[in-house]
């Protein structure tokens, strides 16, 4: 794109003080060995990084996909490039014939949520894994046809995690064979919906089934909410989009709102529940546990992909660090200049505990998600076999009673809220440690802060879900307490705990990798037990525990966490991973581990699982050791996630360290209020003398 102002040829000349911070970072690789290819290679396989490249070489022809006034634009304008951009993807999908691994890829690389968001997941997914063969033929196929655009509505604007409380109604009409949707209250409004603002013509709406009087739950319902040719909303159906957010405004999340709306009886999704149309009977659904089988799909997705979200913002601190200097160091000896940013202990203990963070996060991803695929399988083998009626729902269960691999539910509860916390509070700590060019939109980081930050509270608020994890556990240790065989590593790491309560841990975290894992599972345990003891044996009320509770599933889902990224590691060999590489990834492994048990410390000991002079060695000694023999490695390891800068968008994390040249060229040359010439006087009536802003904001396929 053609500058908006052109910049006279002497600022042009102007180069940064320097050292350069090309040649700092020149520097930064010189002096590590680290194999960038081949721990990229390791993290994403040389398919994931062949599909990368030959997308982002499609993406970067298409004139839509310029990113130059990404940062300028108002939420009108950012919607329409979205909407532009969306459409294309669809084509280039189709003229490519890209595979879903295709479309994320590509996708990642725009990194901005799209109209098409929730068309693509949520309601693709749930018509396929909630719908009946006949509703696949009506629906499904013309949804993946984009003839029908759809979304996911669930939330309300009086509920959200409670999804038991949702106030939309379906109504069985016996007469005629139908069902009425019906919003009854204010509160009853659909709100948040992705998708569902501007662009949606359909919308799986969950609503309470009401069956000759009586109420029996939430139920989804395939309807119609806009006409396929005009666009227009159907009658007695109010829908439109909530307004300016936080972040995601590029997304059109909506409202909708129903008048005694009649759809047929097809609408029901009938894989696991339905109603008979000749008794008006209800049929049960053979496994409850399926019907929030999107939900669980959906938390496992976000755990594999915080890992990658925070990689992001450390990618683009840990280069500006690295380029960035202030101060001299007053104990260095024979030093000119400035120090490097980087090499202050009070960014270390931020940026690279964050580093090693990021990798923990990619392993327990990856270990999530293999869990999910085999427990659907198992699931699909096992409809009608299990279930247990004596269980009550929790928070967000639709139904009571399911019981059906509680372990994946609780796993994907767990790390779900452990992970996108930990990734949008590591985002934060990222901008911060930029210094005041963090606040800069050019950072990169804090439009994708703004962006993420709804994860901590869709599919699952963080603090709700965690009671689902403390109900497991508690369950857990009431069958080992009753003598049960271990059946999972959960009931395995509560029974090894009370062999040994008597006799302590004694675990040696400070020379061994394995004990560091046996301690987090021994604090696990023991929260889990005397969580146990508050609900069993002094019978205290399910609201007094919750603190506790949120604690207990923060506990387990950090073992979880530490003992996929020991196993992922001890399960390398040196085809994967050259000896110095992988002695540097167990550096960080230890020192995820020993700074997270370390902030965790009082926990650690009050469960004996560490003495206190071992938390006063790991913080004061193994800790700080750990980040200077980190610490010169820093930019190669960032340098592996294999951001490339068009994906990143951010002066401050480019590859190549020219951020000042960057940061100057998009403020001077790409900023449209630049071609604005303003009457600044009071007394005059005009505010714009000259605008040539204008064109800049047009988006065309």
Not at 115 to 138: A, K
Not at 669 to 678: G, H, R, S, Y
Request: proline residues 4%; hydrophobic residues 35%; aromatic residues 10%.
């Amino acid at each position: 794109m053609a500058p908006v102002v052109p910049t006279p040829q002497w600022v042009k000349d102007l180069k940064p003080s320097g050292p350069q911070g090309s040649e700092l970072l020149a520097n930064e690789r010189a002096q590590s060995k680290i194999n960038v290819d081949q721990l990229a290679m390791f993290l994403h396989k040389k398919e994931g990084l062949q599909r990368k490249r030959r997308i982002l070489a499609i993406l970067q022809k298409e004139k839509v996909f310029d990113k130059s006034q990404n940062y300028y634009a108002g939420r009108v304008d950012r919607f329409e490039t979205a909407l532009a951009r969306a459409k294309k993807l669809r084509q280039l999908e189709v003229k490519h014939k890209w595979e879903q691994q295709d479309k994320m890829c590509a996708n990642e690389l725009i990194s901005e949520p799209g109209p098409y968001g929730l068309h693509e997941s949520m309601f693709l997914i749930t018509l396929r894994d909630q719908g009946s063969p006949e509703q696949h033929e009506v629906f499904l196929k013309k949804a993946q046809n984009y003839e029908y655009i759809g979304c996911y509505a669930q939330t309300e604007l009086g509920h959200g995690s409670n999804v038991r409380g949702l106030e939309t109604t379906a109504t069985w009409n016996e007469d005629d064979k139908t069902f009425t949707i019906h919003s009854p209250h204010l509160t009853a409004s659909k709100w948040w919906i992705g998708s569902l603002g501007r662009t949606a013509n359909y919308a799986v709406v969950m609503a309470q089934l009401i069956l000759k009087g009586k109420p029996y739950g939430p139920h989804p319902f395939v309807v119609q909410i806009r006409d396929l040719k005009t666009h227009q909303p159907l009658p007695n159906i109010h829908v439109g989009d909530i307004g300016p957010k936080f972040g995601y405004n590029t997304m059109d999340n909506g409202f909708l709102l129903f008048h005694k709306v009649k759809v047929p009886h097809i609408s029901m999704l009938a894989r696991f529940s339905s109603i008979d149309p000749k008794t008006s009977k209800y049929l049960r659904p053979a496994s409850p546990s399926l019907i929030y089988g999107t939900l669980t799909w959906v938390r496992s997705t976000i755990v594999l992909q915080a890992g990658g979200v925070l990689a992001r913002g450390v990618t683009i601190a840990t280069r500006y660090a690295a380029v960035r200097r202030q101060f001299q160091d007053r104990d260095a000896q024979n030093t000119a200049g400035e120090n490097q940013v980087l090499n202050y202990t009070t960014v270390q203990i931020r940026l690279l505990t964050l580093l090693a963070t990021t990798f923990a996060l990619h392993f327990t991803g990856r270990g999530m998600m293999n869990l999910y695929e085999a427990n659907q399988k198992k699931m699909s083998q096992d409809v009608g076999k299990v279930g247990s009626k004596e269980r009550g729902a929790g928070p967000e269960e639709t139904h009571a009673g399911s019981d059906l691999l509680a372990d994946l539910h609780a796993t994907s509860c767990g790390l779900k809220s452990l992970a996108s916390s930990t990734a949008v509070d590591g985002l934060e700590v990222c901008r911060r440690a930029c210094g005041g060019h963090g606040y800069s939109s050019f950072s990169g980081i804090g439009t994708w802060y703004a962006d993420y930050l709804p994860t901590a509270t869709w599919e699952g608020d963080n603090y709700m879900l965690t009671q689902q994890v403390a109900r497991y556990l508690l369950k857990a240790a009431r069958s080992v307490l009753k003598g049960q065989e271990p059946s999972n590593d959960t009931t395995q790491i509560l029974t090894t705990f009370l062999s040994r309560q008597d006799t302590g841990a004694a675990f040696d975290i400070l020379n061994s990798d394995s004990d560091i894992v046996s301690a987090f599972a021994w604090r696990s345990a023991f929260l889990t037990f005397e969580a146990l003891k508050h609900r069993d044996e002094t019978h205290k009320p399910w609201n007094s525990l919750l603190v506790d509770f949120y604690r207990l599933s923060r506990a387990h889902s950090q073992y979880m966490v530490v003992k996929n990224f020991y196993e992922a590691l001890y399960a390398t060999t040196t085809d994967d991973l050259d000896p110095e590489t992988k002695g540097i990834m167990h550096k960080l492994f230890r020192l995820y581990a020993l700074h997270t048990l370390e902030q965790e410390a009082s926990e650690f000991y009050t469960s004996a699982a560490v003495t206190v002079r071992q938390i006063q060695l790991a913080r004061t000694s193994a800790v700080m050791k750990l980040l200077e023999e980190i610490r010169p490695h820093a930019v190669r390891l960032v340098d592996s996630w294999d951001f490339p800068d068009w994906q990143l968008d951010s002066s401050l994390g480019r590859h190549d360290g020219k951020v000042y040249e960057d940061m100057f060229h998009r403020a001077s040359e790409l900023n449209p209020l630049n071609a604005v010439t303003v009457d600044p006087y009071p007394d005059s009536e005009t505010l714009f003398r000259e605008d040539k802003s204008r064109s800049f904001h047009k988006s065309k396929l």
